[in-house]
């Protein structure tokens, strides 16, 4: 039953977060043998000004170790 939020800065249409999210299912498909029935993801967006006390310091810096793809960027 895998459950993804992505978290993105705005700008994106519709169009590209259906896609974004008609391609992560083909993804978990892929990768972890999920039907389509238990997938379900959520698009979040977040403006620039707030990532850093709403995505980065409280979800992403605290789980560096069990991140498998890390940010290029850190808090300035």
């Known amino acids: ?17 259906a896609d974004l999210a008609r391609d992560i299912v083909a993804a978990l498909q892929k990768n972890c043998g999920s039907t389509e029935d238990s997938i379900s993801v959520a698009i979040e967006e977040v403006a620039s000004a707030e990532w850093m006390q709403q995505v980065y310091k409280p979800e992403i810096a605290p789980a560096m170790d069990r991140l498998y793809k890390k940010p290029g960027y850190g808090p300035s």
């Open 1 to 17: 039953m895998p459950h993804v939020v992505v978290k993105l800065w705005p700008g994106r249409s519709e169009q590209q977060k």
